[in-house]
């Protein structure tokens, strides 16, 4: 395969990921609708949130895997919107003054600069209920175990012993001391934790056997570590308007991340092999896999 | 029934409301456990709002309300902890600086006072999530589909159309004209919302017929609507060693509410009116319902 080649098959993916976040957002624009009354703001932060711009690399994520076992696409739309629902409310809150302060995301002001802090705090709120209304519904699956098993693990994946207990670490970590256990168990609950959802959602969804479960466990463990050391390498090389937020934080913060304790030559190598072990996983699932086997090269090399 | 009697009761009464309080307590006390590691921070902030005193006044209508149809005692104990959870998350969250700015609550400082801002979003953030998980979880109730009804009332209730809808509308209330409609709606919302929550979560767990739902959402209704009111007159009337949170806000923020709009006695008439009307609406369940018929004048005299 030449160069041309890899290029031409990662813009067709491209072309496929801008697709799926289309049809995403789609979902998200009519489960967020407009209200009329005083609390059409808090609508509008919602919507101003969820609809600005984004990869939606885990709803892709749920999408593809799930299409593994092709399960029902409406339920993979509607469970996908409901991460990313997460996802969102996850941006809003870290973004506040009183945790990350940052004042730009996805392109755009962060919710609390275009509003005001108390409609960033509710509008995080109601998303984060949002989603969890989104899978109880039947329109999401006719069987309710099914249904409770998607709320159960995105709150599990979302909560005190998931990303929040992620954030909560990170939010110390400039009184702690920091070394590359404790980075990573971070990262595995901050950012990890709702990227293994996207994989579990898709097997429940899809009814997996074990052995598929253990190789998308795997696959998407791995993806998250090697995309969170990406995240640290382009916080040190990227620039804010590539990336759409604020760059050079954790050296500001005095914050440890992989990067400072890998040297950038030690994160690229560990991204690498990273990569390599996440497609490995997928090895089971053959050509049906082709599509995940790209996005890992995209998601891994995101100043494309 | 003399003077005496009446007394009596409400002793009784009180003993019945403060033990459920504490099988409620105990409850929480399991389900959010104490962690260690460096998010240890967050599970004590959680704890400590959670499983600081009060009254716990949904859950005592969840249970009360289920126990009129023999609904399942474990069933019933859970999702009251869930309700518990949102109730608390949504003090934590509007207690903070940029929404109510209160600095004590169930008669200790709030979260961000004896932590810090992070924590009280983030232990809200995961008090919320953990309601959910609650409810989803298998030993809540073994059909999944009732689980999952309770997961969606609950979202709903507490969500954009429910109360974080009503406290983004008292947010911006400073600069609405408020009448009595508009204080009336967001009222319902903000905190009838949760109320009426306890009702319907009664109802889907004792698999209440139609004429019976239709009862207990009267009830819920005019006794939410009824609390808030005599909420509003303690915000004027009391001080803050007895209610352990904050008096006179509203009128230092220059905001209508329902004593301001209907002046104390027109207020406290509205309270007589709403309590009778609460009442009426049980009289199909008889005998069964004298602890709730009691848990009115309990509810509306709080200085008691």
């Known amino acids: 395969m030449s160069m041309d080649d890899v290029e031409g098959s990662l813009t067709d993916f491209e072309t496929h990921l801008n697709e799926v976040a289309d049809r995403v957002t789609v979902v998200l624009d009519r489960l967020i609708a407009p209200a009329e009354g005083p609390e059409a703001q808090l609508m509008r932060a919602m919507r101003y949130a969820a609809l600005a711009t984004g990869k939606r690399l885990r709803p892709f994520y749920v999408l593809q895997l799930g299409t593994l076992f092709d399960a029902p696409e409406t339920s993979l739309l509607r469970t996908a919107a409901a991460l990313e629902c997460v996802h969102t409310y996850s941006l809003i809150h870290d973004d506040l003054p009183c945790m990350d302060d940052d004042d730009f995301r996805r392109g755009q002001p962060t919710v609390h600069k275009h509003f005001d802090e108390a409609t960033a705090v509710l509008a995080g709120d109601a998303l984060l209920t949002l989603a969890f209304e989104i899978l109880a519904d039947r329109d999401t699956h006719a069987d309710g175990h099914i249904r409770c098993k998607l709320v159960e693990k995105l709150a599990r994946a979302s909560g ?26 971070m990262q595995r609950l901050k950012t990890g ?36 050391i990406s995240d640290d390498l382009l916080d040190v090389e990227g620039d804010v308007e590539t990336l759409g937020k604020d760059t050079g934080k954790d050296a500001e913060a005095g914050k440890a991340n992989f990067v400072s304790l890998l040297g950038v030559e030690g994160a690229r190598q560990r991204v690498r092999l990273l990569a390599t072990q996440a497609k490995e996983h997928l090895a089971i699932f053959r050509n049906r896999a082709h599509l995940l086997l790209q996005s890992v090269d995209f998601v891994l090399d995101r100043r494309k």
């Open 160 to 185: 005190a012993q998931g990303m929040v207990g992620g954030q909560m670490i990170d939010m110390l970590s400039g009184d702690i001391r920091q070394d590359l256990n404790s980075i990573t168990r």
């Open 193 to 228: 934790a709702l990227i293994a959802y996207a994989g579990e959602a898709a097997c429940i969804l899809g009814g997996a056997n074990e052995t598929e479960r253990h190789a998308i466990q795997g696959f998407t463990h791995d993806l998250g570590l090697a995309y969170q």
